[in-house]
């Protein structure tokens, strides 16, 4: 007795779901692991913009823009580099931001972050 075409393709949906969803889940990781980046990259705009307006009202700027960065969601982990030249305080910030992220982690290296902030010295 000859089979029928729906019963000869019995489980086909089950088989390309299961070769197809593995590529699926690593491209959304990999979408939810540029999210992260990005929104670490902001933090840090953010945090060195706050450490340079620090530094640029207290007489030891080095010593405000670190204590900034200490309250900041970066920590001590932070490499922070203030400089001051012709009345104007920068603060340069890089962060080496971990891609530990379930599976994609593992191919990713991780990722520096860099921001800088220019303030004009208040005093």
């Not at 990259?41 to 204590?67: E, N, V, W």
């Not at 920590?75 to 400089?83: L, N, R």
Request: net charge negative; with cysteine.
């Amino acid at each position: 007795m000859a089979k029928s075409q729906a019963e000869s393709h019995r489980g086909q949906a089950a088989v390309e779901l299961a070769l197809v969803m593995p590529v699926v889940v690593v491209f959304m990781l990999m979408i939810l692991q540029v999210g992260l980046v990005v929104r670490e990259q902001i933090a840090l705009i953010h945090a060195c913009g706050a450490a340079a307006r620090a530094a640029s009202i207290s007489d030891s700027p080095t010593d405000a823009a670190s204590s900034v960065f200490s309250a900041s969601s970066f920590g001590d982990e932070a490499d922070i580099a203030v400089t001051t030249n012709d009345g104007m305080v920068t603060v340069d910030v890089v962060f080496n931001h971990p891609t530990d992220l379930a599976i994609v982690g593992l191919f990713l290296p991780d990722i520096p972050l860099r921001a800088s902030a220019t303030y004009q010295l208040q005093g």
